[in-house]
Nanobody
Framework: QVQLVESGGGLVQAGGSLRLSCAAS????????MGWFRQAPGKEREFVAG????????FYEESVKGRFTISRDNAENTVALQMNSLKPEDTAVYYC?????????????????WGQGTQVTVSS
């Protein structure tokens, strides 16, 4: 069993930065692929970024490439999402997720564990 707790959300002006963190419990965290998703009001949950268990392969949704960076620290059981050059369209609740096995990081139904989410609001 893995429990995930996100933090770091908030209100920021367009062009600003935020760093989201996801703290995980459980001894097997280091073996799990991880992902960040987001959901805006009235929209479906969408993939943002993913990282393999070693941290040496990363994946990004097209609109965040070059602006967001996902990373993990297996010794600290954390995964982070550094978000730069934020835009109003990045406004959403952001969730981290862990998967025991994964074939497609972009598919939310491949993840087994989810955090409660953290709100990110970008003002124009």
């Amino acid at each position: 069993q893995v429990q995930l707790v996100e933090s770091g959300g908030g209100l920021v002006q367009a062009g600003g930065s935020l760093r989201l963190s996801c703290a995980a419990s459980g001894r097997t965290f280091s073996s799990y692929p991880m992902g960040w998703f987001r959901q805006a009001p009235g929209k479906e949950r969408e993939f943002v970024a993913g990282i393999n268990w070693r941290g040496d392969s990363t994946f990004y949704e097209e609109s965040v490439k070059g602006r967001f960076t996902i990373s993990r620290d297996n010794a600290e059981n954390t995964v982070a999402l550094q978000m730069n050059s934020l835009k109003p369209e990045d406004t959403a609740v952001y969730y981290c997720a862990a998967a025991r096995y994964i074939s497609d990081y972009r598919r939310h139904n491949e993840y087994d564990y989810w955090g409660q989410g953290t709100q990110v609001t970008v003002s124009s």
